[in-house]
Structure formats: structure tokens, C-alpha cells
């Protein structure tokens, strides 16, 4: 496949999407009452799809892949051989037609159509995509569809197929090789006949009201029957039966025998047979016996059957079933059957023989059983009988249930699992098979809330017990499975944090004494050679006793007091709806700290530490050079760009402007030393221990939440491998202590521990606290505090308004954290626990993923806001925005003319600046979870009492009512549902429980939107104005990427395919009037050309009194065949005297249209290319035209 083409119709997918977005052209909104939308059956993975206009896209792998759109206005209500573009009244002229060839495929547009059909070629016949097609039988004795031997290999799918009351719906006579595929058969004497056919595929359909389903008599052997739509189940061996699907029930309500089997050597899995009077039927041939019969019967659901599985003279291996609410499970009369591994409905099967007496007793009435073995009469006489055949069921499937965890916190939730796949002798029997998906499970509890009713997966069914609001108890679990139920129990406890301070600092309030050896060994010395009381004195000093030998200079000190290093615990009571926790450190004297821990505004523990080198060495330096060393510590911390201090220094000493970094220290102490006479050995002092004087201080918490995880990436194109560290429990922070105040103490590190969902009356709670801070270290604290709450405050808002948006609902079950840390080094806010923010949340799998995506999106920009919000410095300098926002600064970053990367590694994808590891943006595809990592960090703005004053005012003004929410918020929290919503619109696809469209689709071209739509939501005219100076172009930004994710080749057929599916789902069809194709320009339309290098250009003025706008619209790519147009839309509005320009993109298919709304001067306009006809612009007052045709030579 030609990369080009690829790239050219993918380019016009990501405009689509970046339109969507809201950057450029909305979608019409009427697409989403007429799209095609793919349904999940509960019971299995079957998918249907529901009426809806067909729009059919043929994204193939040729060398010349096109996005093809069929012309709506040349079908009618005819059969078409779309090989030949020949259409005609019936099906069967259309088959009986000499122009029709083997191969052909024949389509059908929507309506009934009574006939019965004799297909004698081979041929696909199906309806128009979506369409809805009934075929009824003009004679009612004969099949609907009649397949004969030339007609093999012929496909037959989509149908609603009835009215054969006197016969079948298909037919299959010798016909080898065909596919029924997804037809509703209903109201016939048999639904599907197969007389002396093999190897046909019976798939997915909808068999229901015939007297007979399936009908496979003896002659008919070696066939097979594929599973659901997407080929879940696949075996091996001939011939097969497998799933034919109605509604909920397969083969319902059958008058005699769901599958009737007379053959041989049959396979029948992954079926739902229901309500028959025989649901499966086994019979031999009469001459070979039950040894000469190899039947397998895997992973079906037999229920309300009088029979589930009747026997006779037969053998066979039944497997994984689920065997329920029949009068008789398995019958067997005359037969051998291993019937292992299957799950009879409860935990202990009814077996029954049959009463030798009950042939002789009229009134014997068998009772229902799970599995009955009648008797064989024998020499004359029952009472000599013995049971007619054979049956293994021993060991059988049984219902289990676990909950993890059994013990959980206040807040916190458990995941419950039924659980099928063990048997009554403990065997994990899944490596061998599981039961049939979709079986329902039903939960219930006694506290909290937990979803009911699941349904089982390879043979387990999961769901999520909620604990809200409840403080401690026991909470019983029951799981039932048909007649069985099973119980567990979740224990509830309060919650609780383990925070530790730990340093190298000297704790001065403990400590021990150490028996110095060397002094011992001194004394016993000089004892031994003066007084020879060797084993006395010895004895003397161990206890420590005083010795009687005291003569003046002889007796060292024997014991020395050694500090312990810092270590201090504190359980923290999680109980509240917010916990705020503060570890602030103060000097009080030289290298002398007092270190507190503060537990909602209360000092619950004081220590005070010391510097271990600073007690060894303080005798033998003067105190000035203790104080430069403490200088020099504190100004070294942080990296030059971000050091003001530092760069004073080097603007007002002309000898250090061309230093280097490495060269800065040893010019700085040379300016030392001159300044404060030191002496060579002094300034080599400070050199080479200065850093001795520097003690860490960790802190760390243990908490009931998410663990943290470390994820190792590797850049595709230089091999560098980079290890990444999520947040999550424990948490773990290291503040260096250099011992120096800032504004009254060192250094503050505040978290604020949301335990439910942080609302305007938590944070008024807090407010209201204000005035108990006096100025200085505890206001410092609290401000902090109160600054990680908003944060908090500020996702949770997000997420209320993402959940209304996508239709979730969501809910705290574990603990959300935030730090703000202001120590010697940085200041900064961050999150601490997972970004998932411990929300569970319930909805459809697409909605929740846009929902994560969300709300993780809004993650770092909410960082950036609330922090440039209170700081009195520029934060929205490219440096600081780096530095606050993860996010904001890739966007600078990419602005600035730096070159991105995007690649796949570990399951995530990953976006970050080549050459850079700094600031890492990843996104879990599976989940929609963006996670931000910055490696580095620098900036210090000191928290004074300021600051914590505009904290106070910020927490003020957020509040969750709409009319008064700051604009800014409101900004990122509608960029970031605004993408999300990308992911609801297209919905997903899923196969084999993988997100497919999401993963595959949406999740790169996301993240190719994120830097863009944030920047341009936050900072309009950036983009424009980084265009203009010739830093960014969008195409240069994009298909790089793209190329880079996808390879050369770009993404895989299937992804093509599944590319076809979302389409199909998105647009609708416009086909404009002759009408509105013949009215004249308007007067102020100014004109078309084309421009130098083949773009076509539109220019329109238009305008109200006083507000002057110019309109110019581009086609900037198109693919070879000219069906889709990439416009580049632009619109230079004034305002007053100044000039507003946007540019938005849109991609524009033949008859559709797509409206874009320009909020500077609020006009929608509509754009509209009729096939072949030029462009149509319309606005919500003036109509614009141009006919001016676009040809390939013109690109």
C-alpha cells in the first residue's frame, strides 16, 4: 500500500476529529440520530446492527486506498449486482441474469420481497448496508432460498427470511462450502435444512417460530458451523454446530427438537438452546453403536427444555455447559457419555437411575433430574435389568465466590467474583474450557451497593461493591447462579495513614551511649602496667561504675552519647471527608531545625535536629564559615536558569559571564573569600564539605489507595530506556535542609486527602478556618494545604460536568491526594495519588473512557492555572508554563519550534520532545488515562502571607455554580470534555474485550490534539502567531507524527476496516437541491482562484455595521479521486481596532456537510460539495457559491 494516499485520508480523519474537537468545524448535529450503532448482546459477543441510513466507506489495502462513498442518488428500490451496475425487480432475475457470474454480489435495497429464490451460482446476496430486507416465500411449500450444488460457496446474510410454513427457510441441497450469516429465519416448518451438504457456515443468525430450527439428517456429514459474529468460538473437526442467535434465546420454542442430530462425528458449542421439547437430539445410525459415534457437545447454555440433551444409542463428550431448569439435564437412553466439567445448575447434580420396577408400574412418573439412565431389560425381566448406558459427570463444575480485598477501609470498594471455572474436586479447569459467556449472576448485599446483575466471562463474572458512608460492619455478600448461591464477607475498618519522617539530621530529644573501646583498651593499658587490676577495672567500667584509680590525666571518658537520626511515626485517622496534613521545618538556630508535623491545623509532634557534621566539625571553623557554607548550600540548589539569586550575582560580576556551570562555584567562593578574608584551607573547607551540611528530609505516607507504579519506556529511535514513577501509595517526597529561613521558616510540604468528593461546603469548611493562622509558618501551611484542596476541588468540578456530558456516574471508593511543596528548592504543586483520582465509575465502556480521558486531560493545565493564579510572578513566561503544567509546556515547547515524538512502549503511548525527557505526556489506551511526568523540577517562589491570601481568594471564587466559576477553569474543563467527546461520538468497537477504535483509532490522534486545543483554547492567536513566524506548521506537525506512530506503511488493514466502521457511524447523507445548485452569487462574494501551488482559494467579505470580516477558505489536500476535500478555513474578524484570525480545518466528503461556528463574529457557516459540483458555503444569513470545479492536475 502507497503511504501517500494513506496519509492524505488520514488527514482528513484527524481534521474530522480535530473539528469535532471544537478547534475547527463542529459536526452536523442531526449525524447522530441517523448513524449506524453496533449492539452487544448480553449473553454473548454477537454484535447486530440497528437500522440507520447506509453509508458505506471501502477503506481497502490496495495500492490505491480511497475513502469511498456510495452515490445515494443512483440506487433504488431494486436488487443491484454492484459487479455489473445492473439493477433489477426481483432477486432471482438478478441471479438468472447471463451478466451474472460466479464471484458477483448481489444487493438488495430495503423492503419485502416475495419470492422463493433458487441460487444456482456462486454469489453474495445481502442487503444494502443497514438496510432492512424481508424475503417471504411466494409459494409456501417450497424453501424461501434454495441453494444447489453449482450455487456452493455462496453467501447468503442480512435477511429476514419467512413465510415457508410448508417447508425451509434455507436450503441446502448438496451445496458445499456456503455462509448463512446473520439472518432472522422465522416462521417456517424448518428454519435451516442441510440434505447431503459439508463444510457450510451457519453463523449468528436468528432462528425462531419454526417448527424445526436446524435439521441435519443422517446423509449429512463433515459440515461445519461457526460460532458468533466474530468467530469466538473455533474448533476443529467436522462437522460443527454452533450458535444460531434469537433475541435470548436460541432455537426457541422449536415444537420438537432444537438440533437434531442423526450424523456422525458432530461438534455442537456455543449454542442457546431453549424451550424445545428435545433441545439436542443424538441418535446413531443403528448399526455402529455408542462406540462407533463421536459427538461433542462444548459450552452451550440447554435450559427449559423437557429434554436438554436426549441420548439414544449414542456416545459422546459433553463439556462446559450449562445445564439448567430442564425436566431432564441429560438423558440417556442407551449410550455412553462423558459428561465432565459441566455446570448442572447447582453444586450438587441430581443423578438418577431409573427404578427397575417403574416399567411394570403405570403410574410411575419419573422426577425432574440432572441427568436420568434408564433401564435395560434383560433375560425377561425389569428387576434383572441393569442401567441401559454410561455416564461420567464426576468431577462437575461448581459456584465459587471470593471478594479482594475481604478487608477494606471507610471509604473503598471490593471486587466480588463468581467464580465457575473450578470443580467439586478443585481442579482450575479453564485451561480446558469455560462455560457459555452471558450467564447472569445476580448479587446482592447487606451493605452498600454493588451492580447486579453481571454476567460471566470465561466462566467468572465481576462486580464492584461499594461502601459509601458507612462507618465500620460486616458486609454479606450472596452470588446466585441459577440455583445455587454462594456467599463472602467484607469486613469493614476505619481507615488510616502511616506518615514517617526520616533524615541524616540528628534527632536532639534521643539518643544512646556507646562504650568506647579505644578508650578502654587506653586504661586497661596503663591499669594492667601501674596497678595490675586488670579483670576489676574491667568489670569496674563496663557497668560504669567509678574506679578507685583517679590519678589526674588517666582515666578517658569510657562512654560517648550518640543522636539517633531523625524517625518519627504518626498514624493518621482517615475518617473525615478531608484530612490536611503539613510537614513544616524552621532553623532556630545554627544547623539547628525544628521539624512539625501538623494533622488539620494541629501540631500533633515537634522535633527538633541538628546537622551531625556541623557538631563534629563547629570547633574548628570560625561561625562566618559555617554561615557561607549554608549560603553557598542554599544559592547551588537550583538550577541556573531558574536562580535568580545566582543570576544577579553573575549580572554584577562581569568575571563570571562567560563561566560555565561547572566553572560558577569555584568563582563564587573566589567573590567568598575575598569578601570575608578566608584563607585557602577555609574556602577548600567549604568546598569540599559543604554539601555534608545538607540533610535530606523524607517523608512518607502509607494509605489506603492505589499502588504506585514504576513503568520502564524505550524511545524507538535511539534505544534510550527511561524509567517512570507514577504517583501513587505509598507516597514519598525528599526535601533538602540547608538550614536557612525563607519568610519565617524553611520549608512547608502540605497534603490535602480527599476521602469523598470535594464540594463547595468541604472547601467552605476550610475556609472558614481563615482567621486561626496567624501570619508566618502555620499561615504558610495552611495556605498550602488549602491550595492542594482546589485542586482537588478543581478535578472533582471536571468531572461532574464530564459525567453529565457522557452519561456516567462516579464515585470516590479510594483516596485522592495533592501536594504543595515549598522548600529551599522548588515550589510546586503535584499529585500524589493515582490519576485516576479514585473515582469508580459506572457507564457505557466508551463514555467511561471518555470520561477518564477527560478528566486526566484537565490533570496538568488545572496545575498551571491554580498555581499562576496565586503566584506574583509571570507564569505565563514559556519557562514558568513549563515548569507548572506538564502539558502547557510540550505545547510551548512545540510552538518554540522543537521537534515532538510519538510512539507506543509498555501499552502506553507516548508523547514527549526529542532529545528531552523533562516533561513526558502518556496515555493507557486501554483506559483513556493521561498521565503527566516531569523528571525535573526548579522554580522557588516563597509562600508568604500573600500568597496564602490569594489562595483564600481563589478558593473564594470556585465554586461549582456556573455563573460564577472563573473563566479560566471553565476554558480547560470544556477543551477537555470537548476531546473527550471525540471518543463518545465515534463509540467503540469491541472485540474479544478489546477497546478496538479507542485503542487503535482515537488514542494517538488524541494526543495529536492535545497540545493544540489546549494552546489554542488558553491562549488564543498562539498557533497563528507561531505560523507566522515560521516555528510551527500543522502538516509538518502532524503526518510526521503519524508516521512515526504507524511506520511508513501506516496503519494495519483491519485498522482500515475498523477506521470503515466509525465512519459509517459518524456521517449522514445531504444531498443539496437542483434548486439550491442554480441561484446566483451574492453581490459581496469577491471572487475564486487558484493559488500557486494548485490550492483552491474562496474569498467572501461580510460583515455587520462596525464589524468587518474577511472569510478565506482553502482546499489544502485532496485524495486522487477527488471524493474528500481538506478545507482550510479561515476568518480575519475586527473588533473596534483590534484583528482577530482563526483558522479551523475541515474534511468535506461529496453530499455531506459540516458547520463550523466562529464565535468572534457568531455565524455558522455550512459547507456543502455536491458530488462533482464545486463547493457551496453557506452562512446563517448569505449564501456564498463557486463552481469552480476542482480537477487532479489542480493538485
Known sequence: MNKIPRTLIFMGLFVTIFAVAGIAVAADATSQDRAVSMQQSKNDSVYTASQGTREQYDVNGTDNPEVMEQDNTSRISDPKNINTGISYTTIQAAIDDPLTLDGHTIEVEAGTYTENVVVNKKLTIRPFSGEVVTVQALDPSKPVFTITAAGSGSTIEGFTINGATGSYGIYLDCANNCTINNNIITGNCYGIYLYNSSNNKIAGNMIKNNERGIYIPADCTDWEEYADYYNLYQYLGDPELEPIWWDEYWFYQTHYSGISSTSLNNRISGNNINDNNYGIYLQSDGYSGPDGDDNHIIENNIVSNDYGIYVYNSAGNVHFNRITENYFGLYIDKGRINATNNWWSSNNPAFVVEPWWSRNDPNYVAEPSDIY?????????????????????????????????????????????????????????????????????????????????????????????????????????????????????????????????????????????????????????????????????????????????????????????????????????????????????????????????????????????????????????????????????????????????????????????????????????????????????????????????????????????????????????????????FPGNPILRVSPMVYMNGDGYEGVRSFAIATTKVTDSVVQYWLDKKSLYQPGAMKAAYGTFLISLLMIKCHDMVADQAAAKFNVTWTRTSMAVFSVCDDARDTYLTGESDHGMGMTVIGAPENVWAFRFACSLAYSPLEHWVMSSIMPVNMTSPFTLQVSSVTIGLCYRILNGEIPEMFMSNGYIVFKMKGKDDLILLLDPETGIVRDIMTSLCGVYCFHDQITDRSIQLAESLKSNLNVRPDDYDSISDVSISLGSIVAMFGTAVSEGKTIVTAELLSPLLFLLIPLKILDTLKPGSIAESERNGLFNSTNYILPLMSQYWGESGPSQWFWDTLKESLEKYYHDITPSQSDLEKEQPANFMGSSMTPDGNFMIFVYGGDEGDDSWFHYKVVRTPPNNDCWVIECSVVYYIGDKSYRETQYAVLLPGRSISVLYEGDQHTFKFKIPKNQGVIIESSTITYYCFQKMTNSNI
Not at 464426576?394 to 471470593?402: G, R, V
Not at 477494606?408 to 470443580?423: E, F, M
Not at 567509678?546 to 498514624?571: F, V
Not at 559555617?626 to 541556573?640: C, T
Open 373 to 725: 439412565i434408564t433401564r435395560e431389560y434383560y433375560d425377561g425381566s425389569w428387576r434383572d435389568s441393569w442401567p441401559s448406558g454410561e455416564v461420567e459427570y464426576d468431577p462437575w463444575l461448581i459456584l465459587q465466590m471470593n471478594a479482594s480485598p475481604d478487608q477494606i477501609y471507610k471509604l473503598g470498594n471490593s471486587t466480588i467474583t463468581a467464580d465457575l471455572t473450578h470443580n467439586n474436586i478443585g481442579e482450575d479447569t479453564l485451561s480446558k474450557g469455560h462455560v457459555p459467556d452471558g450467564i447472569p449472576v445476580k448479587f446482592s448485599t447487606n451493605m452498600g451497593t454493588i451492580t447486579t446483575p453481571v454476567y460471566t466471562m470465561n466462566g467468572k463474572a465481576t462486580g464492584t461493591l461499594l461502601l459509601e458512608n458507612i462507618l465500620s460492619g460486616t458486609a454479606n455478600i450472596t452470588a446466585t447462579v441459577d440455583k445455587q448461591s454462594v456467599s463472602a464477607t467484607v469486613t469493614r475498618i476505619p481507615a488510616k495513614g502511616i506518615l514517617t519522617i526520616r533524615s541524616t539530621a540528628l534527632d536532639h530529644n534521643s539518643g544512646h551511649w556507646e562504650f568506647n573501646w579505644d578508650a578502654f583498651c587506653e586504661l586497661e593499658e596503663k591499669a594492667w602496667a601501674e596497678l595490675g587490676m586488670g579483670i576489676d577495672v574491667y568489670c569496674y567500667m563496663m557497668y560504669g561504675d567509678p574506679l578507685a584509680y583517679d590519678e589526674p590525666g588517666l582515666m578517658p571518658e569510657l562512654w560517648d552519647y550518640c543522636y539517633d537520626p531523625l524517625t518519627l511515626s504518626y498514624e493518621i485517622p482517615l475518617n473525615d471527608p478531608t484530612i490536611w496534613v503539613s510537614v513544616l521545618w524552621k532553623e532556630t538556630g545554627m544547623f539547628r531545625e525544628e521539624v512539625d508535623l501538623i494533622v488539620n491545623g494541629n501540631v500533633v509532634a515537634s522535633k527538633t535536629v541538628f546537622n551531625a557534621a556541623y557538631l563534629y566539625y563547629r570547633h574548628s571553623y570560625s561561625e562566618n564559615v559555617f554561615k557561607q557554607i549554608r549560603y553557598i548550600n542554599q544559592l547551588f540548589l537550583k538550577p541556573i536558569e531558574s536562580n535568580l539569586p545566582l543570576q544577579l550575582i553573575i549580572a554584577s560580576n562581569p568575571q563570571l559571564w562567560n563561566f560555565t556551570d561547572n566553572q560558577l562555584e569555584d568563582g563564587i567562593l573566589a567573590l567568598v573569600k575575598e569578601q570575608n578574608n578566608f584563607t585557602d584551607s577555609e574556602i577548600a573547607f567549604i568546598k569540599n564539605y559543604r554539601r555534608y551540611f545538607i540533610d535530606p528530609l523524607i517523608i512518607s505516607i502509607f494509605y489506603p489507595g492505589k499502588s504506585a507504579q514504576t513503568i520502564t519506556i524505550t524511545d524507538p529511535d535511539d534505544g534510550e530506556t527511561l524509567n517512570l514513577n
